[in-house]
């Protein structure tokens, strides 16, 4: 009898503060991966629900159905949404060596990398204030960050998530956050 090759599950934890849209990202990323056929599932993780507060989130996506119950701890994928965040060493922990950390911050990804002495595959660096202040007039980091992840990991179709956003968000500030969207797309440098 002949076992049925099973898809692996890909994981992506997400880390920021109340307010940047962590919560969000999540869940855009998880409809467009479900928009592509794939079983999703995505989850917040937070404590005190307050503006500045720590918020993770969480996404699992498979070929397959998704049994397993739990935080990310091990992600393939990580996306930093608060700069701040971005140059603190614990939360790298539990990346995979062959893992992509996408992060809100305007340093070299060279620098960072050695800063933070990171053995990762992958480490993108996306100016999310920088464009979220000049396209949107206000810093709306979540945007930029998530147009660097599909960039460097190719998990959707940049195109999904425009619609998406396009959706979610119609008239002028849909069309910002596509902007944003895109800017984040073409300007991540990675390392």
């Known amino acids: 009898m002949r076992m049925a090759k099973t898809s692996r599950i890909v994981e992506i934890r997400w880390h920021g503060r109340g307010g940047q849209g962590v919560v969000l990202a999540n869940q855009l990323i998880g409809m467009a ?7 999703i599932q995505t989850f917040p993780d937070f404590g005190p629900e307050r503006t500045g507060g720590p918020v993770r989130g969480y996404t699992r996506f498979s070929e397959d159905p998704i049994d397993i119950h739990s935080s990310v701890y091990e992600p393939d994928i990580l996306a930093v949404i608060d700069p701040y965040l971005a140059e603190d060493p614990s939360v ?10 996408v992060v809100n911050s305007a340093k070299n990804p060279g620098d960072l990398r050695r ?11 996306v100016d999310a204030a920088r464009i979220s202040k ?3 007039g206000a810093y709306v980091f ?4 998530l147009g660097g992840l599909v960039r460097l990991t190719g998990v959707v179709r940049l195109e999904t998530l425009e619609k998406l956003f396009l959706n979610r968000f119609p008239g002028r500030v849909g069309e910002l956050n596509v902007k944003m969207l895109k800017r984040g797309y073409e300007e991540v440098a990675a390392r």
């Open 33 to 39: 991966l479900f928009e592509e056929g794939k079983n």
């Open 134 to 136: 000049e396209v949107f």
């Open 92 to 101: 790298y922990t539990g990346l995979k060596p062959e893992g992509v950390a």
């Open 142 to 145: 979540n945007t930029p960050v």
């Open 115 to 125: 800063k933070l002495g990171l053995n990762v595959k992958t480490l993108g660096v």
